[in-house]
């Protein structure tokens, strides 16, 4: 039996929601990784440290007795975004990072950044207080197309960007193209990437097998095999530049399967499976440590978690869906699948 122990993982990037599909979510993440960052893609959205400290509370009230799990805050950064509260939120301990959501680029984006000339005073404010900017790197005129946005946001908005802050720390988020490896290898020390499950598994002609996809539509959306290959030697690489964001974004089922669907893989449930079969296809699982569970905490500046888990092959059937009470369903990563993985 094919064992493999490792400190236990973080992930860098995950949506919670709120309320009820909150508390159907949370226990998900919460029983396999020590941290996680928290994104704040609420309606309304979370802009403040007093609205982040709030929902952090909400949270840990979501995390299933006996279980260890701290919920990293990030704050949603909007044109009038106070760059005193955002750095006060950052000494107190309150917030993590701050998100970048250029406007209208995905779920719950309205209030994002219209350019970043309009956020410049909070973005010194995080260089000089050494507070990462976490980003959604996709441009959103209409007239590019959906699979260059992420490209043409590396040359119009982040290239520019990171030579306007050069003490900035940038992540990268959900890296979905070799262009996007290539900014994050190009300022290493000063940036990293996360990767998502769906973006090592699939290319984008998973979207359209035998019929559409509606579970795998997510944004930045799955791209063509060569970016997937791109992305699954950075993750493998072992040079702690990319780490572990699963991206798990829990929408109600029927709000996936219908005339006009929301963005987002739920993957909470089944993520480190996800991954550990991607690093055992890439003959990588030496390395699989370094990208789930000590690049994150090094870039952050945080301690590694301490306790280690175990995991081994060992397959076993995935649920078809988890469910929301009184709200339906969610239909999570290989769901009615089966996994290769399961913990000990
Ligand atoms: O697919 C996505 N879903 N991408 C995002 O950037 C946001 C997320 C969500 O909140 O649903
Ligand atoms: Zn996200």
Redesign the pocket.
């Given at each position: 039996m094919t064992r493999l122990t490792f400190h236990r993982p973080d992930d860098w990037h995950v949506?919670f929601r709120d309320g009820d599909p909150m508390r159907a979510v949370v226990p998900f993440t919460a029983r396999a990784f020590g941290r996680a960052i928290v994104?704040p893609?609420l309606t309304p959205p979370v802009t403040t440290t007093a609205l982040a400290a709030a929902y952090r509370e909400r949270i840990l009230a979501a995390v299933p007795e006996g279980v260890t799990f701290t919920p990293l805050m990030t704050a949603y950064l909007t044109d009038g975004s106070d760059p005193a509260d955002i750095v006060a939120g950052h000494a107190d301990g309150v917030l993590t990072a701050v998100k970048l959501?250029p406007a209208h680029?995905?779920?719950?984006?309205q209030f994002g950044v219209t350019s970043i000339a309009a956020v410049r005073p909070v973005l010194a404010a995080m260089e000089k207080a050494g507070m990462p900017l976490l980003i959604?790197g996709e441009v959103t005129r209409a007239e590019v197309d959906v699979f260059d946005r992420e490209a043409r946001f590396v040359e119009e908005v982040l290239l520019p960007l990171l030579a306007d802050f050069p003490g900035l720390k940038v992540v990268l988020e959900?890296v979905t193209t070799a262009e996007g490896v290539a900014v994050v290898k190009a300022h290493a020390g000063r940036m990293a990437g996360t990767i998502t499950p769906q973006h090592l598994l699939y290319d984008r002609n998973a979207l359209f097998k035998g019929g559409i996809r509606p579970h795998l539509?997510?944004?930045?959306i799955l791209k063509r095999s060569t970016h997937k290959l791109a992305l699954r030697a950075a993750a493998t690489a072992g040079d702690g530049l990319f780490f572990l964001g699963t991206?798990t974004?829990p929408?109600l089922k029927h709000t996936k399967e219908t005339a006009c669907g929301?963005?987002?893989?739920f993957s909470a449930p089944t993520a480190i499976e996800a991954y550990l079969s991607v690093f055992e296809e890439e003959g990588a699982l030496d390395r699989f440590e370094i990208f789930a569970s000590l690049a994150g905490p090094a870039f952050y500046g945080l301690p590694v978690n301490p306790e280690r888990v175990t995991w081994e092959k060992r397959s076993r059937p995935v649920a078809e869906a988890i469910e929301v009470p009184g709200a339906g369903e969610i239909v999570p990563l290989f769901g009615g699948e089966t996994v290769a993985w399961s913990p000990v």
């Open positions: 949506h994104m893609n959501y680029a995905t779920t719950n984006s959604h959900h539509y997510c944004l930045p991206d974004a929408h929301c963005a987002g893989v």
